[in-house]
């Protein structure tokens, strides 16, 4: 069973912070996407990594994909209280039966 | 363009009673999921729609919950009956393709259910 571990699954920072994400699983992704859930809404897509070792910048969000495609980081500068949400990782798993593959989620809380 | 449509955004019964959730996706998007969110977590696909046919509904509860997709635009989730630990957000994602490349799912804002 394929699975997506996330890490910190609750993180409660000051605003003008800086934190780091994590997306780490043992299978290989043909790609993965950070998404971002503010309550009482559905997930909103950041974006999508594709090739391993690659890095995506969203103003102050850095995503990266780890080499082997098997893991990624997602890191906020600067946070902000409008940070605050769910972010969930989900891959994307390579070969034939292609399914998403989502994460718990890290729960961040940005105070001001 | 319009985003993922769901309606009621909350409903409140008790156990044993009955509940249908309606979505209608994005136009044009051929997929269609259902999710069963827990508070907190990660969505868990229920069903997966290419038009009007099922594609994955491994994680389907099928003794209690049912969903189609007649005319292979908008959808209907049903939970019938519900028990306590059916409460959770049920999200409709859709996305353009089938298989979409690279797994980009649009997903509107969901249903709270909540099981007394």
């Known amino acids: 069973t394929q699975l997506l571990e996330q890490s910190p699954q609750f993180l409660s920072i000051q605003e003008g912070e800086n934190l780091t994400v994590y997306c780490n699983s043992s299978s290989v992704f043909s790609s993965l996407q950070w998404y971002r859930q503010e309550p009482g809404e559905g997930p909103v897509l950041l974006v999508t990594?594709?090739?391993g070792g690659e890095v995506k910048k969203l103003k102050r969000l850095t995503f990266q994909f780890g080499d082997a495609r098997k893991d990624s980081s997602l890191h906020i500068t600067a946070a902000q209280p409008g940070d605050t949400g769910l972010y969930l990782c989900?891959?994307?798993?390579?070969?034939?039966?292609?399914?998403?593959?989502w994460g718990l989620g890290t729960s961040l809380a940005v105070n001001p | 363009e319009a985003g993922v449509a769901q309606s009621p955004r909350y409903k409140i019964i008790e156990k044993r009673q009955s509940v249908a959730f309606w979505c209608n996706p994005i136009s044009g998007h051929a997929t269609l999921y259902w999710y069963q969110q827990i508070l907190g977590q990660g969505p868990k696909l229920l069903i997966q729609f290419q038009n009007n046919g099922v594609v994955d509904d491994s994680q389907l509860p099928k003794d209690r919950f049912s969903a189609e997709r007649l005319k292979g635009v908008d959808s209907t989730l049903k939970i019938q009956p519900a028990k306590l630990e059916d409460s959770a957000v049920y999200l409709c994602?859709?996305?353009?393709?089938?298989?979409?490349?690279?797994?980009?799912?649009?997903f509107g804002p969901g249903t709270r259910l909540t099981v007394l």
């Open positions: 994602a859709s996305s353009p393709t089938f298989l979409p490349l690279q797994g980009e799912q649009f």
């Open positions: 989900a891959g994307l798993n390579a070969g034939n039966n292609r399914k998403l593959i």
């Open positions: 990594v594709v090739t």
